[in-house]
C-alpha cells in the first residue's frame, strides 16, 4: 500500500474515533420541582439559540449530546420559569430543580389530591401561592396571601392572634386554628387533636403553599375546611448566595434577616435566621419573635431523595383582648382592661425536626416518608387563669404508589397511614396580675390520632379520570387529672370512614371540568370535651359533612387569560356549638346541621409577556370573588343542663360574609421597577348565631413599589416600600363571635386593626 495513502486512512480512522468519543459525551440528569421534589415529565431541553435537542421522560430522566450546548442549556416547561443551567461536568448527573412561573399557575405540577398532575388536571378546587405571592406585601403575616384565594379567609388584627376558615370551616374556633388540616414539608403542624398554630412560621422562609379547598379526609384525615401543605423555601438551582435584609414599619416595626442559599446537584441548602419585633397598632399588642430555619435536600442517588427540616422559634406576645363597640368609639387603641390588669399574653417556644425520604424501587413503584417529632412549651397568662403547658408529639406518615402498567384501564394505586401522638402536660393557675397564684388544675393529656388511607386514579381514556378514595381514621384522648383524680378517664370517638370520588375531563387548554363527592369530619379538640363540672362529656363526637362540587378550570386568549370556577355545596351535621354557660367557661355540644353553598371565581390575565419584548415586562390585573350562602338548617341552643333555651334555625351562619372580592393588578418592568397594588372587600357579617350583631362591611386599599436589580455580577438589590389601609378605613378584621357581655355590659366582639400604616425594606444578596 502506498505510504501516503496509509497515512491518509490512519488519519481518517482516529478522526472517526475521536468523532465517536465525542459523541459518547452524554449530558445525564433528572429534573424537578424545586419545592415538592415531584419529577417532571415532558420539560424542554434546548440550545441557547432555541434548537430541542432532549425532553424528560415519565420520571423526569434526561440524556443529552452534551457538545452542542457550548456549556448551556435552556431548560423550558409551562408553568415553571425558564432555566439557564451551566455545566460544570459531564462526569456526575444533574439533579435540576425548577421554580414555579407566579403567572402561569394552572400548569404547574401539584401534589396535594393527585399523582403528579397540573392544578388544571387535578379533581378539586386546589389553588397554589409561591413566594412571589407572599411578598407582595410586607411579608410578616400571610393575611393577604391567602386572602387572594377565593373561598379562604385568614382574619388576624395583631400578629399575636389569627384565625384560618376554609369555605367558612374553622372561622368559629374559639382559639387557634380548627377544621383546617395544615402540613409543613409534608410533616403535619395540625396537633393530634385537630388544632394548629402557625407563629411558629417564618412567612419570608415560605416557598409555596398549596390550598386544598373542602374535605380532604379520604387522604389527610380529620377537617372538614380542608389542607394547607406549606414548603419551606428551597435554593434556586445552581445559585450559591448570602442575603441580608432589613424591615422597617409604623408602629413600631422592624425585622433584620440574613439567609444562605446554595442549590446543588447533591446538596439543595436554605437557612435563615430572623428577628422580629412589632410594638402594636393598640396598647399591651407588642409582638417579638426570633426565627431559625433549615432546609435540606439531599440527592444520593437517582432513586432517592432525602428532606431535612429544622425549625426553632421563639415568640413574646400580648394579647389585647376584645373591646365593646362604644369602647372602640370611644378609643380603638385601647386594651380590654381585664387583659391588661392581667398582663394576658403568650410567650412560647417551638423545635421541629423532620426527616423525610422519597424512594422510588423502579418505574413502577415508589414511596414516601417523613417522621418528625415536636416540642412546644407555653406560658400563658390569660383574663381568667395563667396556663403553662409542655407539648410533645411525634409521629410520621408514608405513602406507597404503584402503577402496574396496565394496558387497558391504565391505574395508578397508592396506599398509605399517618400517626400523630401528643403528650400535654398543663398546669393551671391562679392569675394574679400576669403572676402565677395558686395552682387550680393539673393535667396531662395523651391524644393518639391514626389514619389509613387508600386511593386510585383510572385513566378512563386518554382526557378522562376517575379517582377514588377512602380512609380509616381513629383518635382518642387520654386524660389525667392530678387533682380530681375522679374527673380522669378515655375519651374514644367512633372511628370514621371517609370516602370520596371524582371525575375529571380535560376537553382543551380551554377547559378541564372535575365533578366530585367527599365526606369529611372534625372531632373537638381536647379542651373541648368537658361538661361543665371538668368531666368528660361521653357523648360527644365529631362534625361530619358531604360535599358536592364542581369546578372547571382553563385557559383562554392564547393562554393570557387563567381562570378556576367552582361550585359547592357542603352538608354539615353534628356541628360543634360553644356555649358560655358562665365567666371563663364554656362547654361544647353537638347542636345543630348547617349547610355551606357557594360559588367561588378566581380570574388572572396577563396582558403582557416576558416575550413581548416590552418595557413593561409583567402587567397581570387579578380577581377572586367568593359569594357564601351559610345557613343553620337545625340548630338549638342547649344550656348546661342541655335544655334547649333558643332556636336558631336558618340564620346565617356566624362569621362568615356572604360577599368577599379580592382584586389587584401587578406590573414589573425591564428595568426593575416593580408595583403591585390590591383591594380586598368584606361584606356585612353576623356576629352572633342569632343573628342580632353584624360587622359592618370594610374595604382595605394595599399598594407597594420597589426596584430589583443586579447591578453586578455579584450583587443583586431589592429596595421597596408600601402603603397599607391607604383609605385609613376604620374595621376589624378578626371578630369574637358569640361575645357575652356579663352583669349588664355590651359584648366584647370587635378587635380594632390597624389603621393608614407604611413601611420599607431593602434586601441585599452576594452571589458567590
Keep these: 500500500m502506498n505510504p501516503y495513502r496509509y497515512l491518509i486512512l490512519s488519519i481518517g480512522l482516529m478522526c472517526c474515533f475521536l468523532q465517536g468519543m465525542a459523541q459518547a459525551k ?15 415529565a415532558g420539560v424542554l431541553l434546548l440550545t441557547l439559540d432555541g434548537q430541542q435537542i432532549g ?59 393527585s399523582a403528579n398532575k397540573t392544578s388544571k388536571e387535578t379533581a378539586g378546587s386546589v389553588a397554589l401561592l409561591t413566594a412571589k405571592d407572599i411578598n407582595r406585601g410586607s411579608a410578616v403575616s400571610l393575611q393577604p396571601a391567602l386572602n387572594s384565594i377565593p373561598g379562604v379567609r385568614m382574619d388576624q388584627s395583631t400578629l399575636s392572634e389569627a384565625r384560618i376558615s376554609i369555605r367558612g370551616n374553622g372561622v368559629r374556633a374559639s382559639y387557634g386554628i380548627r377544621n383546617v388540616k395544615i402540613y409543613v414539608n409534608e410533616i403535619p403542624v395540625t396537633e393530634a387533636d385537630g388544632t394548629t398554630r402557625i ?32 414548603q419551606m423555601q428551597r435554593s434556586p438551582y445552581q445559585e450559591q448566595s448570602i442575603e441580608a435584609s432589613g424591615l422597617i414599619g409604623a408602629y413600631g416595626l422592624h425585622r433584620l434577616a440574613t439567609t444562605y442559599r446554595s442549590g446543588g446537584d447533591k446538596v439543595n441548602s436554605y437557612v435563615s435566621y430572623g428577628w422580629q419585633e412589632y410594638e402594636g397598632y393598640r396598647e399591651h399588642s407588642k409582638d417579638m419573635r426570633r426565627f431559625l430555619t433549615g432546609n435540606f435536600q439531599l440527592f444520593p442517588s437517582n432513586k432517592r431523595i432525602i428532606t431535612l427540616l429544622l425549625n426553632r422559634t421563639t415568640q413574646y406576645s400580648q394579647i389585647p383582648g376584645s373591646l365593646t363597640l362604644d369602647q372602640v368609639n370611644a378609643d380603638p387603641l385601647q386594651a380590654n382592661a381585664t387583659n391588661l ?101 393539673n393535667v396531662d393529656y395523651r391524644n393518639t390520632n391514626y389514619s389509613l388511607f387508600y386511593q386510585s386514579e383510572t385513566s378512563l381514556g386518554s382526557k378522562t379520570t376517575l379517582t377514588l378514595g377512602l380512609s380509616y381514621n381513629s383518635l382518642n384522648y387520654d386524660v389525667k387529672d392530678y387533682l380530681r383524680t375522679n374527673q380522669m378517664g378515655v375519651k374514644n370517638f367512633d372511628p370514621q370512614a371517609s370516602p370520596r370520588i371524582a371525575l375529571s375531563h380535560n376537553f382543551s387548554e380551554a377547559l378541564s371540568l372535575h365533578a366530585s363527592v367527599s365526606s369529611g369530619f372534625s372531632p373537638p379538640s381536647s379542651s ?44 354539615m351535621k353534628g356541628e360543634l356549638i360553644a356555649q358560655s354557660v358562665q365567666q371563663g367557661i364554656t ?38 370573588v367568593t359569594y357564601s350562602d351559610f345557613k343553620f338548617k337545625d340548630y338549638k341552643i342547649l344550656n348546661a343542663q342541655n335544655r334547649v333555651t333558643a332556636t336558631h334555625d336558618d340564620n346565617k351562619l356566624t362569621g362568615v360574609a356572604p360577599w368577599v372580592l379580592n382584586a389587584g393588578v401587578d406590573v414589573e418592568t425591564k428595568v426593575g421597577v416593580y408595583f403591585y397594588g390590591n383591594y380586598f372587600f368584606s361584606d356585612k357579617l353576623p356576629l352572633n348565631d342569632a343573628n342580632t350583631a353584624f360587622n359592618d362591611a370594610y374595604q382595605v386599599l394595599n399598594a407597594k413599589i420597589g426596584y430589583k436589580k443586579q447591578l453586578v455580577k455579584c450583587l443583586e438589590v431589592n429596595v421597596y416600600a408600601g402603603l397599607d389601609n391607604i383609605l385609613d378605613e376604620s374595621y376589624s378584621s378578626i371578630v369574637s363571635l358569640n361575645a357575652v357581655g356579663y352583669n349588664g355590659a355590651q359584648s366584647p366582639y370587635y378587635s380594632p386593626s390597624p389603621k393608614r400604616n407604611g413601611y420599607g425594606g431593602l434586601n441585599l444578596k452576594y452571589i458567590f
Excluded at 452524554?26 to 417532571?40: E, N
Excluded at 409555596?208 to 401543605?229: D, F, L, M
Aim: net charge negative; charged share 20%; aromatic share 12%.
Design 26 to 40: 452524554a449530558l445525564k440528569g433528572h429534573i424537578y420541582d424545586s419545592q415538592t421534589k415531584q419529577p417532571l
Design 55 to 113: 425532553r424528560s421522560d415519565a420520571k423526569g430522566f434526561f440524556e443529552i449530546n452534551a457538545d452542542q450546548l457550548e456549556g448551556k442549556v435552556n431548560v423550558s416547561l409551562a408553568g415553571y420559569k425558564n432555566q439557564i443551567v451551566r455545566m460544570q461536568s459531564v462526569d456526575n448527573e444533574l439533579n435540576v430543580q425548577l421554580e414555579v412561573d407566579a403567572v402561569r399557575l394552572n400548569e404547574v405540577r401539584v401534589s396535594g389530591l
Design 341 to 441: 390588669d392581667k398582663a394576658a399574653g403568650r410567650y412560647q417556644t417551638w423545635t421541629r425536626i423532620g426527616l423525610g425520604q422519597q424512594y422510588h424501587f423502579n418505574d413502577q413503584f415508589s414511596n414516601s416518608t417523613s417522621a418528625f417529632t415536636y416540642f412546644y412549651d407555653l406560658n400563658h397568662p390569660l383574663p381568667y387563669a395563667y396556663i403553662r403547658n409542655f407539648h410533645q408529639s411525634y409521629g410520621g406518615r408514608t405513602r406507597f404508589s404503584y402503577d402496574p402498567e396496565f394496558e387497558l384501564l391504565p391505574t395508578r394505586f397508592a396506599i398509605g397511614a399517618e400517626f400523630n401522638e401528643g403528650l400535654t402536660k398543663g398546669s393551671q393557675y391562679v392569675n394574679n396580675k400576669g403572676t402565677e397564684g395558686t395552682m387550680n388544675a
Design 587 to 624: 362547654i361544647y355540644n353537638n347542636a345543630g346541621k348547617t349547610s355551606h353553598g357557594g360559588v367561588e371565581l378566581a380570574l388572572s390575565y396577563q396582558l403582557f409577556k416576558e416575550e413581548d419584548q416590552r418595557e413593561i415586562v409583567s402587567l397581570r390585573p387579578f380577581a377572586a
Design 528 to 571: 373541648e370535651i368537658k361538661n361543665v363540672d371538668g368531666s368528660i362529656n361521653p357523648v360527644l363526637q365529631a362534625e361530619k359533612g358531604w360535599n358536592y362540587e364542581v369546578n372547571a378550570k382553563g385557559n383562554l386568549l392564547k393562554s393570557r387569560l387563567a381562570y378556576d370556577l367552582a361550585v359547592f355545596k357542603l352538608d
Design 199 to 230: 407563629e411558629a412560621l417564618d412567612v419570608n422562609s415560605i416557598g409555596r403553599a398549596e390550598v386544598i379547598k373542602g374535605p380532604a379526609s379520604s387522604i389527610y384525615g380529620a377537617g372538614t375546611g380542608g389542607v394547607i401543605n406549606f
